[in-house]
C-alpha cells in the first residue's frame, strides 16, 4: 500500500535532511478574497516559507504558525492535515524551484484552459478523483465509474489527499494516461512525474 501524501513528505524529508530548513516556519492562512482554479472546489489555503506562497484548495483549511519538520513522521490521518502537508510541499517545491505552479490562473484565463483540456480529452473515457464542479470533466468527456473503461484519470486536490489514491495511481498509471489537474496538485505531481494540467497557473499571487 503506498499512501502518496505520506510518501511525499518522506521524500521532503530526505530532500531537506541536510539543507538545514526542516526546523523553518511555515505559515498556513486563508485568503477568502483569492480565486481559485475552476477544477477544484473549496477555500484557498496558502503556505507561506521563505518568501514564497503556494496553495491548495480545500473545504478543510488550516490557519497556523508550523514548521516542515512538524509533518515528518505525523500520522496525517484527516482531510485537513493532509491537506496542510500538500500544501507545504508545494511552496517547498516551489521555494527549491522544482516546481513553478504556486497558484491558479487569473479568471481571464479560465476558458482558454477549458477549451484547451476539452479538446485534448475529446472522446476518451474518464474517471474523476475529487469534486471539480460543473467546469469539470463532465462538461468536456464521457465520465465513467467504471476504472477499468477508463482511458484518462483525473485527479484534483482533493481527490489527491484521499488515502487510496496513491495505490490507485500507482496501479494504473502504465495502463491509461494519468492527469493531475490544478495547482493543488502540481508539488506532488513534480515529486512523483506524473502529468500535470495547468497551463496558465502562475509562480506568485498578485
Same mark, same amino acid.
Given at each position: 500500500?503506498?499512501?502518496?501524501?505520506?510518501?511525499?513528505?518522506?521524500?521532503?524529508?530526505?530532500?531537506?535532511?541536510?539543507?538545514?530548513?526542516?526546523?523553518?516556519?511555515?505559515?498556513?492562512?486563508?485568503?477568502?478574497?483569492?480565486?481559485?482554479?475552476? @477544477?477544484?472546489? =473549496? $477555500? %484557498?489555503?496558502?503556505?507561506?516559507?521563505?518568501?514564497?506562497? +503556494? /496553495?491548495?484548495?480545500?473545504?478543510?483549511?488550516?490557519?497556523?504558525?508550523?514548521?516542515?519538520? @512538524?509533518?515528518? =513522521? $505525523? %500520522?496525517?490521518?484527516?482531510?485537513?492535515?493532509?491537506?496542510? +502537508? /500538500?500544501?507545504?510541499?508545494?511552496?517547498?517545491?516551489?521555494?527549491?524551484?522544482?516546481?513553478?505552479?504556486?497558484?491558479?490562473?487569473?479568471?481571464?484565463?479560465?476558458?482558454?484552459?477549458?477549451?484547451?483540456?476539452?479538446?485534448?480529452?475529446?472522446?476518451?473515457?474518464?474517471?474523476?478523483?475529487?469534486?471539480?464542479?460543473?467546469?469539470?470533466?463532465?462538461?468536456?468527456?464521457?465520465?465513467?465509474?467504471?476504472?477499468?473503461?477508463?482511458?484518462?484519470?483525473?485527479?484534483?486536490?482533493?481527490?489527491?489527499?484521499?488515502q487510496d489514491t496513491g495505490d490507485l495511481i500507482e496501479a494504473n498509471r502504465q495502463r491509461c494516461r494519468v492527469i493531475c489537474i490544478g495547482p493543488s496538485t502540481a508539488g506532488i505531481a513534480r515529486l512523483y512525474e506524473l502529468e500535470h494540467w495547468c497551463p496558465?497557473?502562475?509562480?506568485?499571487?498578485?
Amino acid at each position: 500500500m503506498m499512501d502518496i501524501v505520506v510518501d511525499a513528505v518522506k521524500r521532503i524529508q530526505d530532500l531537506s535532511e541536510h539543507g538545514g530548513c526542516a526546523d523553518a516556519g511555515v505559515v498556513l492562512d486563508v485568503n477568502p478574497n483569492a480565486k481559485i482554479c475552476q @477544477f477544484e472546489q =473549496g $477555500a %484557498p489555503m496558502s503556505a507561506t516559507f521563505g518568501g514564497r506562497s +503556494a /496553495v491548495f484548495t480545500t473545504f478543510d483549511p488550516i490557519r497556523a504558525p508550523t514548521k516542515i519538520a @512538524f509533518m515528518f =513522521g $505525523a %500520522p496525517l490521518d484527516s482531510v485537513a492535515v493532509r491537506g496542510a +502537508a /500538500v500544501a507545504i510541499i508545494n511552496v517547498i517545491l516551489g521555494f527549491l524551484c522544482m516546481s513553478r505552479v504556486l497558484h491558479p490562473c487569473r479568471e481571464s484565463s479560465h476558458a482558454a484552459c477549458h477549451d484547451e483540456i476539452r479538446r485534448e480529452l475529446a472522446g476518451k473515457s474518464l474517471y474523476c478523483i475529487g469534486a471539480m464542479g460543473k467546469s469539470g470533466p463532465s462538461a468536456f468527456g464521457h465520465v465513467t465509474q467504471n476504472l477499468s473503461d477508463a482511458d484518462v484519470i483525473i485527479i484534483n486536490g482533493e481527490g489527491l489527499v484521499a488515502q487510496d489514491t496513491g495505490d490507485l495511481i500507482e496501479a494504473n498509471r502504465q495502463r491509461c494516461r494519468v492527469i493531475c489537474i490544478g495547482p493543488s496538485t502540481a508539488g506532488i505531481a513534480r515529486l512523483y512525474e506524473l502529468e500535470h494540467w495547468c497551463p496558465y497557473g502562475r509562480n506568485c499571487q498578485d
